[in-house]
């Protein structure tokens, strides 16, 4: 299995209250699977992405990715692991204001302190591949939706990962930009890569081979 995830939980301290916003989540993913979580808005979707993508400590249970269980790791390790091997598409925009398209793409390569130089052609190819050269130089300001979320996609994948773990990347977009974008994930699924994606959006879950629900912190079976 590339993902093993084995009774995990998040619990979160609002004033007196303590819940657990993930309870008890169990699942597991083959190294070519694309799995879709559903679930309504609180429902602990993002919550659970974040531990798998190891940017949360979960309160209890076990991340296993690749045979390496993530919170045996130190938070160095784990941020270099997350480098190496998960691409992370976070819900809402994330691209850096002050860099271009392509230094966006190239990120993870300037956090690694890795010579950005030597994946320009591979950066390249990939805008090429979404049909979104023209956007090379220009930057997020000057982009729309679709096409912001399409360079946080090639962001993703520019260290070539096993597993690529996407919150709602479809939302705030047209019909039109969600089958885009749809169809550049499935591509990327088909060529090997594990795809874990939450959504709300039904015709987004259809392109999956499995679709987990979420609901109050637990998955349901
Ligand atoms: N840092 C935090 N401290 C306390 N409570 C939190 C924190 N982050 C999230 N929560 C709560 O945990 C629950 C799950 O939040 P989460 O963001 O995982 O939901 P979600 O399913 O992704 O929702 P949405 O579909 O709106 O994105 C919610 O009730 C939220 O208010
Ligand atoms: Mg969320």
């Known amino acids: 299995m590339l993902l093993d995830i084995k009774n995990l939980r998040k ?13 008890n989540v169990s699942f597991s993913m083959a190294s070519d699977d694309f799995v879709c979580i559903m679930g309504k808005s609180g429902s602990g979707k993002t919550t659970l992405l974040n531990m798998i993508a190891g940017l949360l400590t979960p309160t ?17 390790q784990v941020s ?4 190496q091997h998960i691409g992370y598409i976070p819900q809402g925009s994330s691209l850096l ?5 392509i230094d ?21 190819s990939l805008l090429e591949k979404a049909n979104i050269s023209y956007l090379q130089e220009a930057f997020p300001a000057n982009m729309s939706g679709g096409e912001m979320r399409r360079i946080a996609i090639l962001r993703a994948l520019i260290c070539k990962p096993q597993l690529i773990i996407a919150d709602e990347p479809t939302s705030d977009l047209d019909d039109e930009s969600s089958a885009e974008i749809m ?38 079976t």
């Open 11 to 23: 619990d979160y301290t609002r004033g007196q209250q303590t819940f657990a916003a993930v309870n």
């Open 60 to 76: 209890q249970g076990k991340i296993i990715i690749n045979d390496t269980n993530l919170f045996e790791l130190n938070d160095q």
């Open 80 to 83: 270099a692991f997350r480098n």
């Open 97 to 101: 204001p002050n860099l271009n398209a």
């Open 104 to 124: 966006n793409i190239r990120l993870p390569f300037y956090l690694t302190k890795r010579e950005p130089q030597t994946c320009l052609s591979y950066a390249q």
């Open 183 to 220: 169809q550049l994930l499935t591509e990327i699924n088909q060529q090997g890569t594990a795809l874990l994606i939450v959504t709300h959006d039904n015709d987004v879950a259809s392109y999956s081979q499995k679709v987990l629900k979420m609901s109050a912190g637990k998955l349901l």
